[in-house]
């Protein structure tokens, strides 16, 4: 059984990558990852992928472009709506590939973080699965949130403060906007 695991970044794959070797699961990751911004940002998740690859011997497909231009172009006007895009585009990219290169499976180490939509990954997940009928190798990783982040620590992996794309980078930092989102989310309950 060989599954291509959609890599998101250095920290991530971390205790994904223990669990199928745990059970035996023969991996190969793919980093594809347009929603990371800026340019030096990306630079830097990318590389920190590659030398976890180097060091644990990971096989490792990498997509090196930086998709900022199409990622914007394709959520604009829905920024409020981009996380899904996010999820479905990764996930589909990863999937199209498992297909062309006799992978019985796709999977995504996004299914690690406690800071994503769980939920939504899965359901987009589940739709590139049936629309091209390629099984979608589901796990829950975020039972070894700590471990992932003990190990990324003890091997001195670069750990970002934001999820990937300037929005959220400004989420992140800007006060002001984040008051004004809270705000948002309180009146809508
Ligand atoms: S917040 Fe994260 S998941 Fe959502 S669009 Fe930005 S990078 Fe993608």
């Known amino acids: 059984m060989s599954t291509l695991l959609h890599v998101c970044c250095a920290p991530c794959l971390v205790f ?23 340019y030096r940002e990306f ?12 060091q644990r011997r990971y096989k490792m497909l990498y997509d090196k472009d930086y998709g900022l231009i199409g990622f914007l172009q394709a959520v604009v006007f829905k920024e409020s709506k981009r996380c899904r895009f996010c999820y479905r585009s990764r996930l589909e990219k990863t999937a199209l ?6 992978f ?8 690690y973080s406690k800071y994503q939509n769980h939920e939504e990954i899965v359901f987009q997940a589940k739709q590139v699965e049936s629309n091209l ?6 796990r ?12 990324s620590i003890a091997a001195n992996l670069y750990r970002q403060s934001y999820c990937g794309c300037i929005y959220s980078e400004q989420e992140r930092y800007d006060n002001r ?3 004004r989102l809270k705000k948002d989310r309180i009146s809508d309950v």
């Open 16 to 38: 994904p990558a223990l669990e199928f070797e745990r059970h035996g699961i023969d991996f190969t990751g793919y980093f594809h990852n347009p929603n990371i911004h800026p």
């Open 43 to 54: 630079k830097k998740r990318l590389q920190a992928v590659q030398e976890l690859a180097l």
């Open 97 to 102: 590939l498992a297909l062309s290169g006799d």
């Open 104 to 111: 019985d499976s796709f999977s995504s180490t996004l299914l």
């Open 133 to 138: 009928t390629i099984p979608f190798h589901y």
């Open 140 to 151: 829950d990783f975020r039972s070894g949130w700590q471990q992932g982040i003990d190990e």
């Open 177 to 179: 906007l984040k008051k």
